[in-house]
């Protein structure tokens, strides 16, 4: 199964990470202002793409309050069949919180090409800064 792994280390506390990744108002700072989400188990939410071109929509699949949240990833209006899945998890260092992200199930969006799907979110991921956003905003 191909999976993408990132990690930054964030000098800040367990909760207030926590409700930077977990909540519409938190994620709002570090993904997109436009950032739409209800919160809970089942509960939907969209975001425009960082390059505005393409919208992203999914559920909030599992929350373990003060661990992670996963989420389904899906491009509205692609030629994908089904989501992929982002897990955001946090773990507590000596000096602060470490979040992981793990992006998986490219192989299952049934796209003809999924690998260059798979390629081109490896990429993005570094790209786009998101994990170096919720860290300046944590430690802000």
Not at 4 to 18: M, S, T, Y
Not at 20 to 39: C, K, V
Not at 87 to 111: D, M, P, S
């Amino acid at each position: 199964m191909e999976k993408i792994q990132r990690f930054i280390d964030i000098k800040a506390g367990l909760q207030e990470v926590w409700e930077l990744i977990s909540s519409q108002e938190g994620m709002r700072q570090w993904i997109s202002t436009d950032m739409e989400i209800d919160a809970r188990v089942g509960g939907k939410y969209r975001v425009k793409n960082p390059e505005e071109n393409q919208m992203i929509c999914g559920e909030v699949l599992e929350i373990l309050p003060m661990e992670s949240i996963s989420l389904s990833w899906f491009e509205l209006g692609s030629d994908w069949m089904n989501p992929t899945k982002v897990t955001f998890r946090l773990e507590e260092i000596a000096n602060g919180i470490r979040v992981h992200v793990t992006h998986t199930g490219f192989e299952r969006i049934r796209k003809r090409g999924w690998e260059k799907t798979y390629n081109e979110y490896q990429k993005g991921w570094t790209r786009h800064h998101l994990l170096e956003n919720l860290k300046a905003r944590a430690e802000a």
